[in-house]
């Protein structure tokens, strides 16, 4: 099978048993609202443990659908990465015995560029922002033939994110969605699936806005990209792909603090012993500091993208 030209519900529901195999389907927890600090009459919170796919993040599925639709060749694969989208192709590279080189911020996390080579995988820094590390990283595919595997920017990424919510749909009743955004992959894919069948909310650090800025312009711009989600959540500005799904099927864009995001964090950790990197806990963020209020009677659904961080040592 090859990748589909359009992100569509259909394409996902195609993509999902060719990489069902190869992932795994995350579990959901529901905690009740009470135990995260939110009013008790409104209904229990399901959370999608997508940090528990393997290397750590949901981009396994996107990186594993690249690889098994398209040819791979000898040079191998490349990418530009905060970190995330990296150890994933490094991940799905090394189980198709293929070259894979990944193009990393010189502020990457250790923890990141170590779970890369934990891949076999090449790392190579860069000083700069992401126009920088993209053209670092196409000049090296040119340069040897490796293919580019986007992060967020292209069919068969998105189409890959997508079965997340696949899963998420069939295992729960939900009536909303929230989800972190960064250059928009995964919303883009969930947004295609639920189309219709769910709100989905997007949620991004207050300094790191790129979906809530191209909304309001109308076309994706260059964004800030700071704040302690960056590396995760600080493209330059969303993709060309997404920014139409999200126009039609992402029903509200939310803006949340650095601090919230903390406390997200630490919210998860005393809860639940969950531990995930900013990234990963900015959704749920959105819900415990009130900048989303559940009607009652709401089946609200989180996403927890993301747990590739050093903040638990053991010893």
């Given at each position: 099978m090859t990748i589909p030209h359009a992100v569509t519900r259909d394409a996902i529901n195609a993509a999902y048993p060719i990489i069902a195999p190869h992932i795994r389907r995350t579990p959901?927890?529901?905690?009740?609202?009470?135990?995260?600090?939110?009013?008790?009459?409104?209904?229990?919170?399901?959370?999608?443990?997508?940090?528990?796919?393997?290397?750590?993040?949901?981009?396994?599925?996107?990186?594993?659908?690249?690889?098994?639709?398209?040819?791979?060749?000898?040079?191998?694969?490349?990418?530009?990465?905060?970190?995330?989208?990296?150890?994933?192709?490094?991940?799905?590279?090394?189980?198709?015995?293929?070259?894979?080189?990944?193009?990393?911020?010189?502020?990457?996390?250790?923890?990141?560029?170590?779970?890369?080579?934990?891949?076999?995988?090449?790392?190579?820094?860069?000083?700069?922002?992401?126009?920088?590390?993209?053209?670092?990283?196409?000049?090296?595919?040119?340069?040897?033939?490796?293919?580019?595997?986007?992060?967020?920017?292209?069919?068969?990424?998105?189409?890959?994110?997508g079965t997340c919510a696949l899963e998420f749909m069939e295992d729960c009743a939900l009536d909303t969605l929230l989800v972190a955004v960064g250059g928009g992959g995964l919303i883009g894919g969930i947004a295609a699936y639920v189309a219709g069948h769910a709100k989905v909310v997007a949620v991004e650090p207050e300094a790191a806005p790129t979906l809530h800025m191209a909304l309001e312009a109308g076309r994706p711009i260059a964004a800030p990209a700071g704040g302690i989600a960056a590396d995760s959540l600080g493209p330059a500005q969303v993709g060309n792909l997404m920014f139409p799904i999200a126009q039609s099927s992402v029903n509200a864009s939310l803006l949340v603090p650095d601090s919230a995001i903390a406390e997200a964090r630490q919210t998860l950790w005393d809860q639940a012993r969950i531990v995930t990197e900013p990234g990963g806990a900015t959704a749920l963020a959105a819900l415990l500091s009130g900048a989303y209020a559940p009607a009652p009677g709401e089946r609200v659904g989180v996403v927890l993208c993301g747990a590739n961080t050093d903040a638990v040592s053991f010893g």
């Amino acid at each position: 099978m090859t990748i589909p030209h359009a992100v569509t519900r259909d394409a996902i529901n195609a993509a999902y048993p060719i990489i069902a195999p190869h992932i795994r389907r995350t579990p959901v927890l529901t905690v009740s609202a009470a135990n995260l600090g939110l009013d008790p009459n409104l209904s229990p919170i399901a959370l999608k443990l997508e940090f528990l796919q393997y290397s750590g993040s949901f981009k396994a599925r996107g990186a594993t659908y690249n690889l098994m639709t398209a040819p791979v060749p000898e040079a191998g694969v490349v990418a530009a990465s905060g970190g995330n989208h990296g150890a994933a192709l490094a991940w799905a590279a090394r189980r198709m015995n293929a070259k894979c080189k990944i193009f990393v911020f010189s502020f990457t996390p250790k923890a990141k560029i170590d779970r890369i080579k934990s891949f076999g995988a090449e790392v190579e820094p860069v000083d700069g922002g992401f126009d920088e590390l993209m053209s670092a990283t196409h000049a090296y595919a040119e340069k040897t033939g490796a293919r580019l595997v986007h992060a967020y920017d292209e069919v068969g990424t998105l189409t890959g994110q997508g079965t997340c919510a696949l899963e998420f749909m069939e295992d729960c009743a939900l009536d909303t969605l929230l989800v972190a955004v960064g250059g928009g992959g995964l919303i883009g894919g969930i947004a295609a699936y639920v189309a219709g069948h769910a709100k989905v909310v997007a949620v991004e650090p207050e300094a790191a806005p790129t979906l809530h800025m191209a909304l309001e312009a109308g076309r994706p711009i260059a964004a800030p990209a700071g704040g302690i989600a960056a590396d995760s959540l600080g493209p330059a500005q969303v993709g060309n792909l997404m920014f139409p799904i999200a126009q039609s099927s992402v029903n509200a864009s939310l803006l949340v603090p650095d601090s919230a995001i903390a406390e997200a964090r630490q919210t998860l950790w005393d809860q639940a012993r969950i531990v995930t990197e900013p990234g990963g806990a900015t959704a749920l963020a959105a819900l415990l500091s009130g900048a989303y209020a559940p009607a009652p009677g709401e089946r609200v659904g989180v996403v927890l993208c993301g747990a590739n961080t050093d903040a638990v040592s053991f010893g």
